[in-house]
């Protein structure tokens, strides 16, 4: 069933973690949600919201720290009749899932699903998350939740095995959701651009040699769109509007969940300023740039890189073509070599034909 | 960036596939996610 009026619900049921990941951005503190708190959030998005489905994502820190309220949380919402549909997601990095857990969550995997926090085989994830791979039963995930959506993160101490990394993932069955660079961790060097480069490269070839995997998000680019209109209405998130709804531990919100983390600890008015137009205003390049189509720039990622909400970092723009230029020579091999070809391909040869040289002479530069 | 060249025959081809297919009524639905997640 196909839901136009999607919208999320993320509650914060700790800050706490029993990680601690080289990337990670979020407070640590031990501050946890009220029974009471998540319950009114929840029926309020469930009784008098103008979304007729809603994920209710369960967040953190770590939520199966606080497996009782997961569970009682979750429990007290099927009991009741709700005029809106919804489902439960919980975002976790898998460690801490004992046999009480498996059990509960095994019996309730159509009503609750789950995001995996995996960044690659044992080496990688252990690089990145605190050597907590074989904490992780692979297995239960993927039998349970078949196509467990994983969010994947790739860090500077990462960037040379991404595609081994990605192709180890897809390998087990998971579907990534997210496979991202890793914000707040300084600018890369050439020498790591190239790195990540030829990286591409090697998963380009991939693709190309098994037209039909699926790519991962770091490849699959909706180029077609760049030969549609430019709508200016589109919006890079649901920031600002009713369709993401983010509560903290003690019940205030913030526009998104990185936000939850820095807009309640600065005093930087034009942060404060800034937010309140956000999903209003478009990024300082959107009407100058012929990729603002495709590009997923990540406002609380441009504050975090250039203090400015407004203005995406270089060194994230230069990330972005070049995941542009390589979904390209992807798309472009992977399309020569099909029987059949749908419109979606039509324009994407299109969008390649005339972009593909002006980006290609820039050297990722501005287009 | 020369990583990422396209060949000559390839670009040709995909000259060649894009005259045939001139289709103009499908509309393509977007249901792309910006949203990066965040890494983290």
């Not at chain 1, 406002?299 to 995406?312: I, M, R, S």
Request: proline fraction near 3%; charge should be negative; include cysteine.
């Amino acid at each position: 069933m196909e839901h136009s009026d999607k919208a999320q619900l993320t509650l914060f049921l700790t800050n706490s973690c029993n990680l601690n990941c080289v990337y990670c951005y979020e407070r640590k503190d031990t501050f946890v949600m009220s029974f009471e708190c998540a319950t009114e959030w929840i029926k309020n998005s469930l009784s008098n919201s103008p979304n007729n489905y809603w994920y209710i994502c369960l967040f953190g820190g770590e939520p199966l720290l606080q497996y009782p309220l997961v569970k009682r949380i979750c429990e007290w919402t099927w009991e009741q009749e709700w005029h809106r549909s919804y489902k439960f997601l919980l975002q976790t990095n898998g460690t801490l899932m004992n046999d009480e857990m498996k059990q509960w969550f095994s019996q309730n995997k159509e009503r609750i699903g789950v995001c995996l926090s995996l960044d690659g085989g044992r080496e990688t994830h252990n690089k990145n998350r605190n050597n907590s791979f074989d904490s992780i039963d692979i297995t239960f995930f993927r039998s349970t939740w078949p196509n467990t959506p994983v969010k994947m993160t790739i860090s500077r101490h990462t960037i040379g095995s991404i595609k081994d990394d990605v192709v180890w993932i897809q390998e087990q069955g998971f579907d990534i959701r997210g496979c991202n660079f890793a914000v707040g961790e300084g600018t890369l060097t050439e020498n790591e651009f190239e790195i990540i480069e030829e990286q591409l490269k090697l998963l380009a070839e991939y693709y190309i040699s098994n037209p039909a995997k699926t790519m991962a998000p770091i490849l699959n680019i909706p180029l077609y769109q760049l030969s549609l209109p430019l709508d200016p209405q589109r919006r890079v998130c649901n920031l600002g509007t009713d369709k993401l709804v983010v509560v903290n531990t003690d019940g205030t919100t913030s526009p998104c969940s990185y936000f939850s983390n820095i807009s309640s600890r600065t005093t930087d008015s034009k942060l404060q300023e800034q937010l309140d137009e956000i999903g209003i205003r478009k990024t300082v390049c959107f009407n100058s740039c012929a990729f603002s189509p495709v590009c997923n720039v990540c406002y609380a990622e441009n504050y975090t890189e250039t203090g400015d909400l407004y203005t995406p970092s270089k060194q994230r723009c230069k990330l972005m073509k070049m995941r542009i230029v390589a979904a390209m020579y992807t798309m472009a091999n992977r399309i020569v070599n099909k029987k059949d070809i749908t419109y979606e391909d039509t324009l994407t040869i299109k969008s390649i034909q005339n972009y593909y040289q002006q980006i290609k002479t820039n050297h990722y530069g501005k287009v | 960036m020369e990583k990422f060249e396209i060949s000559k025959a390839t670009l040709d081809r995909l000259n060649e596939l894009a005259a045939q297919n001139q289709e103009t009524e499908t509309r393509i639905v977007d249901e792309y996610c910006n949203c990066t997640g965040f890494g983290g």
